[in-house]
């Protein structure tokens, strides 16, 4: 659907510093996390409500991530944590994180958010960290259900889905041959938007004539990315149109075909940052692309942990909570706080957005 111009973002040119506070104010806590096991009013803190929040986003260098994590500094702030702190690892492979969240779970940190790079690896540790006090928001990529107390999501995965495919039908006149370029193979997020574009490429008459040939993953690694672009490109000399749902696969895709013979022939949609992308559409590389405005994703997930930390919700459908400027938020099915709303972006709009 394309109702999904959003006028609202909060434009958050967050490229906020990575490492923010040090590890300071942990003293202050110190283990006292650990002896709080769940639920009651303040429960988690060491003194008096102070809490701490870790952010521990699939990589650090990631620009996407980056500006999620503006937003939830912001959110941290404003929520009343004492201290926000990101860490984590520079590759986005499926077990890299759980180091960094045994940590975490050491520091007696009272709210781990976390974007899972594989739904299981991370389970044994977070569940370590939640027996030891700590509340665990999921955001962008979810971990299994069971280890976490929420999921704060971009936008339903099923429209993030759909709103591609509705991209690169237009783009390719509703017949051809296209391949996804995805991020890791075992990211939840992207596994699950993979899944649903499968579905309704099978199930929609409107899709009947396009043909989904390969998938791909870079990896959210920019050379890799632009490798894979290239191999499909070789691989599949008829291929009409690229998804890309990552904004690191889509900028590596788009680069390639930009100096290549493709640009203008095969097209290119999924979902991208508008800085990273404004060249590309602007030499008609690409035509349109979507994205929801990631800060608002972090923004959401810091009220969202801080609501869990002083036990006013425990993660129960029903549940709601205040995140700041951007209202009051409710928990859906699956304990799923929905952030979007999805914007389109092309030459028309995309100079309106700085992220
Ligand atoms: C990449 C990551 C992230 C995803 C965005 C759209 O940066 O894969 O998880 O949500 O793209």
Redesign the pocket.
């Known amino acids: 659907m394309r109702s999904i111009h959003s006028g609202s973002t909060r434009r958050r040119a967050a490229f906020a510093a990575l490492a923010t506070s040090a590890a300071l104010v942990l003293s202050a806590c110190g283990g006292g996390a650990a002896t709080e096991g769940g639920g009651g009013t303040e429960g988690g803190s060491g003194s008096d409500g102070e809490q701490t929040i870790t952010f521990i986003p ?1 990589q650090l260098n ?4 980056d500006v999620v994590l503006g937003g939830g500094e912001d959110g941290a702030t404003e929520a009343g944590f004492v201290s926000s702190e990101v860490v984590g690892p520079l590759d ?1 492979s499926a077990s890299s994180q759980v180091s960094f969240i045994n940590a975490e779970t050491q520091r007696g940190t009272n709210v781990i958010v976390i ?1 899972a790079n594989d739904p299981d690896a991370v389970g044994p540790a977070l569940e370590e960290a939640r027996t030891a006090g700590a509340k665990i928001v999921a955001f ?2 979810d971990t299994n259900p069971d280890y976490r107390d929420l999921f704060v999501s ?1 936008v339903n995965a099923k429209d993030v889905a759909l709103i591609q495919l509705e991209l690169i039908s237009e783009q390719i006149g509703g017949e051809g041959e296209i391949a996804i370029l ?3 193979a075992n ?1 939840t ?2 596994n699950e938007w993979i899944k649903f574009m499968e579905e309704e490429l099978a199930a929609n008459p409107d899709y009947a004539n396009i043909e989904l040939v390969a998938k791909v993953y870079g990896d ?1 690694d920019d050379t890799k990315s632009f490798q894979e672009a290239q191999g499909l490109l070789q691989a599949y000399p008829d291929l009409k149109g690229i998804i890309s ?6 900028a590596a895709t788009a680069r390639y075909l930009s100096t290549s013979e493709y640009k203008g022939k095969v097209a290119l949609t ?3 940052l508008p800085n990273e992308m404004r060249p590309f559409v602007k030499d008609g590389t690409v035509s349109e692309f979507a ?1 929801w405005d ?1 800060a608002q994703l972090g923004y959401v997930a810091a009220f969202a942990g801080k609501a869990l930390a002083d036990g006013s919700i425990t993660g129960e459908v029903g549940d709601s909570f205040e995140a700041g400027e951007l209202g009051e938020r409710e928990v859906g099915e699956g304990g799923i706080v929905l952030v979007g709303p999805p914007t389109v972006f092309n030459a028309e709009n995309i100079d309106d957005y700085d992220f």
């Not at 990631?62 to 991530?65: G, I, L, Q, R």
Request: aromatic fraction near 4%.
């Open positions: 699939k990631n620009p996407y991530t986005a974007a962008d990529s971009q995805s991020a890791t990211a997020n992207q959210d749902p990552t904004t690191v696969g889509i999924g979902l991208g994205l990631p």
